[in-house]
């Protein structure tokens, strides 16, 4: 299982509540909430990731705008993907 942690303190500023607040599609496996409102967003594997970005690239308005910011922690914090999944 891959646990991709979104510091709610990062560039970003997404935090578990970001996902309520502008109806963000949760990753496949669910997203836990940390102590300090981190995000940690659940995933079998890469290709489930990619699927994900994709979905979050689709989005529109505000949420496009949230899924970006998203998609660019996840980039940061997991660059091995990029290596796998040249599609990331």
Request: aromatic residues 6%; positive net charge.
């Amino acid at each position: 299982m891959l646990r991709i942690s979104i510091p709610s303190n990062g560039p970003s500023k997404i935090n578990f509540s970001s996902f309520m607040n502008y109806l963000l599609p949760i990753p496949p496996k669910g997203i836990d909430n940390e102590l300090n409102n981190d995000a940690v967003l659940l995933f079998d594997n890469e290709e489930e990731v990619r699927i994900y970005t994709d979905k979050l690239n689709q989005l529109p308005g505000s949420q496009k705008k949230v899924g970006n910011e998203i998609i660019k922690a996840i980039m940061r914090l997991v660059p091995s993907l990029r290596a796998k999944s040249p599609t990331l």
